[in-house]
């Protein structure tokens, strides 16, 4: 029996999380249940579920009489509280943006296993939370969520402790693959909000549509499986069912393939390391018929190089990079920014502060607040 705390429960993951609890009662207890303003929405998963506590990050609610029989805790410090206070012996960080760095640095020192879905804090603060984190496939104290990270860490239980060559990690490429740049730099959010296979939340669906997403994925690449930027690499794959791929010295290439669905990857992390029968569609390969690659066109998607670049920088680069794109795409989805100009406000983010340090959580968080600082300053200016 695994006892799970979710945090982030009312997004895309968090649901799909629960989907995999509610199939598995008996070898899934959920411990704890986080959101940031869905109040009502948290409440019903509350009656649902009955977990030991519950969060609420956005500040403090009148709380109804049939949900009180559990802990709540308030504003913006309640993620970390309820993983340093509920006992768990996972945590699934299932938040969006920089809020969990501390809440997964804080799981750790509890001992507690993370199944991480959320991108940013490993992109801003993976010097300091891989160190406290083994990847070995007996007893890992983290295992990703991220599709194309769960097929690799699933790839390499193949390895028998072979280094691999390389990662390929594959992509979609988006709404925008075969649109010309110059239509693509005025797509409307309505145009980017339409993934061709996925179904996710609106700022990594706007993410795929530049591919910073697939920039963040690199990034997360090095950290996960200590990658050197040559030995990653990216590929496009429209159908989407190879969800990455390992390549070793001799040439081999193991693949994980699957349906696009969520619940997979979820499912895999939350049970590990058993395999339990899917609570989704089964991938038949007759029926998909043909699988397509390219390389990824980096002139209309410049965010793939970005992302080798951060990497080749180092230091809090990749934590400005992330901070610049989450300020523009806020942007873009209210209507203020163009699409393009996403790009030219994490180019310009980047230029001016490409070497800031930060060795610490709090150095990396002012870091990142520095940098969403530029990049809104930017935009106000454009
Ligand atoms: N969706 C996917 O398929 C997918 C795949 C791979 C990786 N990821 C990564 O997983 C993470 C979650 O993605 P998502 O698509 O599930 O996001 P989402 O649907 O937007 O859900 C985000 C969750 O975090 C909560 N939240 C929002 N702002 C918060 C804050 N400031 N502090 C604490 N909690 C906050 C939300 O609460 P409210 O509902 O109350 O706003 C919600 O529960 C992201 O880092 C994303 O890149 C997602």
Redo the contacts with the bound molecule.
């Keep these: 029996m695994r006892t799970i705390a979710i945090?982030?429960?009312?997004?895309?993951?968090?649901k799909q999380a629960l989907d995999v609890a509610a199939a598995y009662p008996e070898d899934i207890k959920i411990a704890a249940l986080?959101?940031?303003?869905?109040?009502e929405?948290?409440f019903e998963q509350v009656r649902r579920f009955q977990p030991l506590a519950a969060g609420l990050?956005?500040g403090e609610v009148t709380i109804p009489d049939d949900v009180k029989f559990c802990k709540w805790y308030f504003g913006?410090d309640a993620?970390r509280n309820v993983v340093r206070d509920i006992p768990s012996s996972d945590v699934l960080v299932?938040?969006?943006?920089m809020?969990?760095l501390s809440c997964v640095l804080e799981a750790r020192k509890k001992g507690k296993r993370i199944l991480l879905?959320?991108?940013?804090t490993l992109v801003a603060g993976g010097h300091i939370i891989m160190p406290l984190c083994r990847m070995d496939h007996d007893n890992p104290s983290l295992i990703p969520?991220?599709?194309e990270h769960s097929a690799v860490y699933q790839c390499l239980q193949g390895a028998q402790g072979n280094r691999f060559r390389r990662i390929i990690l594959t992509a979609s490429g988006g709404p925008f693959r075969t649109w010309t740049k110059e239509r693509m730099m005025q797509a409307q959010p309505s145009d980017a909000l339409k993934h061709p296979k996925?179904?996710?939340?609106?700022?990594?669906t706007i993410?795929s549509a530049t591919m910073f997403?697939k920039a963040?994925e690199i990034i997360e690449a090095k950290w996960l499986f200590g990658a050197q930027s040559h030995e990653i690499r990216v590929l496009i794959h429209p159908e989407s069912i190879i969800h990455s791929l390992v390549e070793f010295e001799d040439g081999v290439q193991l693949a994980q393939l699957g349906t696009a669905d969520?619940h997979t990857p979820i499912m895999y992390a939350m049970q590990y390391p058993k395999r339990k029968p899917s609570i989704s569609g089964r991938l038949k390969l007759e029926d998909v018929g043909t699988l397509s690659f390219a390389a990824p066109d980096t002139e209309r998607f410049p965010a793939i190089t970005m992302a080798y670049e951060v990497l080749n920088l180092g230091g809090m680069a990749p934590c400005v990079m992330n901070a610049a794109n989450e300020v523009a795409v806020s942007h873009y989805l209210k209507g203020h920014i163009s699409f393009g100009r996403i790009f030219d406000t994490v180019r310009h983010t980047l230029d001016k502060l490409s070497d800031l340090s930060g060795s610490d959580a709090d150095e990396i968080l002012l870091g990142d607040m520095k940098a969403r600082a530029q990049a809104e300053q930017y935009i106000s200016q454009n």
Aim: hydrophobic share 35%; glycine share 12%; no cysteine.
């Design positions: 945090l982030g429960s009312t997004g895309s993951i968090g986080t959101a940031h303003h869905r109040k929405e948290l990050t956005s913006k993620l299932a938040v969006v943006g809020a969990s879905a959320n991108k940013e969520v991220d599709s996925w179904s996710m939340g609106s700022k990594i993410d997403n963040l969520m």
